[in-house]
């Protein structure tokens, strides 16, 4: 989806009255798709197609409930959803607002954070970007995906079903937390075609800088411009659930939200620094292009300044002019051919000197 | 109005006492307009073009009164106004200098928002501003419109008079929030506008970059500047209102205002983001007319290069010099034709060489 | 006085010990005036060419003595105003450097002020600026000028013997804040001059771009930077006058010094303002001139391109070689000129392809 | 090791379990070797090849260990010392991922410092990076390296082993403090490398701008960007240390934190000096190619413009024309010579008056 | 002392310990001299080169002893004096590191301030700089100089020995402070010198710029950014001994460090203000380039549109074709003469038209 659909979509809101129920973002999968996955530190109870009431019953079990939605725009789903967690209106609506600036808000019985999830598609060689929301509260996570086929956070299932590492001993906001990590580790992944795509250009820069190299840097100045957008606010985002005073989250989370505190950081780092690489490759761009302008001057100044005088001799002695004496002399030819070679070498002479050749 | 003309008015109040009480806008609509819509949960009343009279009952009474007045001409009613709710002349004076900056004022029995209302107009093409500004106190919204004609508050009237949403249940905070709700929402779509003529722009900047787009870039650069200018402060204007002590803002419309909160941000940030965009397609169209002199260089020191040698030859067996040899050569002339073309191969060979063909 | 000057007066008190007091600045009146308006509710004295010892009897009364001096050369009568009313001997230095920042300090028993009043010089169309100085306790302000001949405040006087408005009511505080809220009001009209010129070279910079555009935008640059200088310091000095705890600033003012505070920020915005404009106009100077060298060189290169080979082919036929087989051609000229038309059209042809036509 | 290389490995990790042990290090070294020093005021032991068994007994002894770890490929031992000292899964992580940004954690029972030690590579004149970790404790310090051959220590554990100066007195935090210093101070030894390229390369500006000096100074502002990078977050580093509350670090410690923090001040506003004066260089390479393409065409267009009309009045008197007068004249070849050098002497005269010559 | 010279001593101490008394600054005046200045009210006592024996027994008077030690290369006597004055090593280090950036310690029983005593030499029209270490305490204030020939506070001495003012009466404190106010006082002596240099160029500019020009703009733009270095942390340096709560500064001087304080802010404002005008200088200075190269290119064109037409219809009558008409017509020539006339008055509307001449 471009800027502009997605800003068009968000402008369509406008006038709507608050907590109104509009899924801005683009129709991605046919349908919203449950994914149940209960668990606690002895068993897991998995439904990949559930339905809206297959939610309900866990609500007030003690176990951790993971549910993942896939795909916005069955709203009746949300609503259901929304009356059976207690969800606030506008939470809802900021579910369904495909636009959403990353945040994380503390509503006191959960606690809301909503972000990007990047990937590369390895077709188009574009950044592909998804929003997803995460709920949580004393035992449950609710994961809302805008519904692009596919998601990042398999391999977690796997730990859970599996029971590796911690995560089955731990409580829902470790869930969320490990779902954060993943969607934040992918960023470096990102970075990475990044990274690459500069280092192809800067050596492109070197060796033979074209039109296109530019068009290339302005490309990738944007799609910069656009990561920046999605990943700066994720510092904030997890420093405020990194502080909070909220007991949704326990102290021995804390350590590992720190931890991914220092990835935001390093991540927003990493942008910055490829921010200034590009801008300085546009200079040096800029710089090559007046330097090779410089050279084509050159060749042409040394041609017209060496051609110009032998051409105006030669016009001299090409005039018919009755009374010319030189016309009519023995070796008047040879010595203007020798006059001639003089201007040249005196041309080139200077030239040398002026370090243009 | 320009931008000239807003400081003139502005500057011809320098010198005058503080408080007094002079209209600097555009006179826009003949007559200032009142409009009095008193409601509370079970009933409503309107009244189209009230006078100032008919808001006085109202003061007292327990029920929410929205007083909305459109043209800031009639100074006498504003000054009825001011001391039937007990305005400060300084506040009355910001009321009718719509040079105003953005801003909120707690004034304890009353708070008092300025900001501007955006719109896009369909004929000119161009972003139209007309200042907007807020007092409530406990029970009464008063809104005063600069007076440009049609507002964008009818959906919330509708909503009020059909006693849709929540409206009705809630006091005047919620009345102001919906107000300034309305209005920044209505900034996306303005943004929505500069979106799709930065992208039809960097489509041309790419397929034919000529001079007008250059104006264009120029044109849309100060048009982010003015609204950049409007949205900036709209950050600390809500800010303001979400961590007010005041007791005329409860809770419940907090969380409201923490949302507009966000898409305040929001705004700011796509803002920065054209911007940077704008920057860079600068950079862009300089450097591609820097490209573009390159290539026009390239085409005249080609044609020189070969030319000139050749027509220098030419010149010398047009020489009059009776002692040529070469002139009765019999194959003389054929000769000289083919040193020529051997010339221009030779520097075909070197431009195909150095990568200028 | 230039900046150096300025600056010159400054550096020669290097040295000098703390306290000393020399006038810096150009001497600009003849003499130092005093006037003195001394007021309450209900009367008004003025003397309009006060000496020092008229000064005295006012300062333990109950009325409130406005004691206003231009002209700092007298150092005796700055001396012996200074143990009248306790001024610290730093601050009378201050008042005497007339190359002072911006500031105000809280000396407990008095406030000190200073900041720059700026007038526009119709003749020389320069912004001329001078050092006012304000210091007010509990029953008195002093205002200190550089000198400059005339003020702006000759309203705000006639305000105070007119008895207009709320003046003759309040205090100290409030005339000081009179005087500032005049000084600062005023920038408005500097500023209404600066747009002006931005407009107009604004116009001349789409219509007809010259050298003289580029230095106007430098000029209008440097003042931009003076300009600046001066105001960004009005923020803080307001907002600590407002912020103050000293009891000599009553509440009722502050509300007025919250007003000067927002018109310092308009201020400050609209120069950030301007000078965004001002970088903006100056990229796209540079870019009209890159864009229109290149349309020189397209000139250049098509006139060249067009007539260097038919100059060429001219001259082949201008050679003197005995056996040239076309020259005895019956139609070997006019087959010539048609190949000339030829060579032409296609040079034309390719130009236009090229959109350099 | 490359930008790509680095964020590769890091990528590479993205989606495993947080805690899990992966190094993402270049396997620099053959094998992990660790270097034991242990001492207290009167005796040292040392081992220089120890193994993980070594280790443990020095756990709960009152004397200082220091536990030099080089090469962190074997990931057994990592875990061993872990679980030995009690450290947290994700400190092991960080140690392990060697893309880690300089930090410093407060982890109760011990400290963690991670940062970059730099070198400058004599042969490749590159700069080198290794990441260093510093745990420490109660009586312990555990220093671990990625594992490039030598390291800067070599004088510290002379210190340590002869006794010198007061580190054999105090605690691990002097040591821990020590191994920083050393480390911080090394910077500078990278930056006088900068500062004689930046010298050199001034010169080169000033006396013979060519396009290798465009692409060294890209060069330096790619590896200032770098440098940067590592060098900005040491302030926080040791600001964080020098502020903590911990009782690890004892207050007579602080004192000589504080001198390590003005030395990263130091670091931090050399690189941005040399920043600015790179962007300096590039702004006076840019101006120095204008100016010279500007003598390049001013050498051209005086050849033309002297030698156009010369050559096109010889045109003249080498046409055929049957009737011409001038041909005929007895001083028409001589008097047109005189023309001619009027007109290029007008020329010259010209091209003087306007500053060309 | 150039940049590498200054950074290479500094790099030279990476390594050594903590504490290490090693002197990197150039040895400037043959021997350390030391001189005594021993004050109160009524009595005054000087020793003009004094040894470290003569400090000893001034430490335990009540008068002021103010030690100024001028040449730092001998380091026995300042281990005596510090281990006389109990200094910690690193303050000692401090002082003999000459490459350190301006800062302030509280050591609680003494002050350490160190900064750069700037002036201008007339000779070689530089800025030089040496290091000012000040050391204060309960009696007694140590200035330990780099060493240059001669220093600014000869004119302190005189006060204090003529007891002018009010330093004799006050404590250590407000002589630290005057020493202080000497050295910040005279950057303004430099700016002078700046301001005068920056209006030159500025002249220069609009009137002849030159590539001389541009060399000037950059070493002051060099000039300043050293300047800029030395200057900023002032600010910091005087706030934090205004600020501080140690009891060694009485309240009466911290006025007068206000005063400095005010000061340190004027002096950065005004590099910033040089600042953005040499920034601003050299975007002229580019503009002006281009705009010379664009008259330059003018020139050449017309001159080439003019008379390349013309040559090429002087070559055509130049050929030899058998079968010319026009070469026999009685008219022929003065025809021609006619229509070239003709080609170049179309020429020459057509630039009249374009606005090239």
Redesign the interface.
Known sequence: M???ER??K??A???????TLVHIGAKKVGESRIRILDYDESSVRESKKASLSECMPFRDTASVTWIDIEGLQNIQLLEGLGSCYGL?P?ILE?ILNT???P?S?DMESYIYVVLKMLDFDPRSLEIVSEQVSLVFGRNYVISLQEGREGD?FE?LRE?IRGN????RKLGPDYLAY?LL??II??Y??I??KF??RI?ALEEEL?SDPR?ET??QI?RL??EM??LR?SAWPLREVVSVLEKSESDLIRPATK??L??IY?HA??II??IE?YR??LS???????????????Q??????I???I??????L???????????P????????PL?LLIMFGVAGVMVYFFKKK??L
Chains 1, 2, 3, 4, 5 share one sequence.
Do not use: C
């Open positions: 471009t800027m502009v800003i068009k968000r402008s809101k406008a006038g709507l009255p608050p907590g606030h506008l900021d636009d959403q600036r945040k808000d990042l391999p730990r590796k590492g911690r995560i490990a990590d993943t580790d992918h470096f992944v970075l990475e990274a690459e280092e070197v039109s530019l068009h302005h100045k944007r411009i656009f957008k350590i590992f720190r931890d220092d950081i390093h780092d990493s620094t200034e690489m300085s490759m546009l200079d040096i761009y800029l710089s090559s292009v007046s330097n090779r302008m410089n084509v001057m050159k060749v042409l100044t041609i017209a300044t051609f110009m005088p032998l051409t105006f030669a016009g001299i002695y090409g005039m018919n002019f009755k009374y010319m030189e016309i009519g002399w023995r070796w008047g030819y203007l370090n243009w």
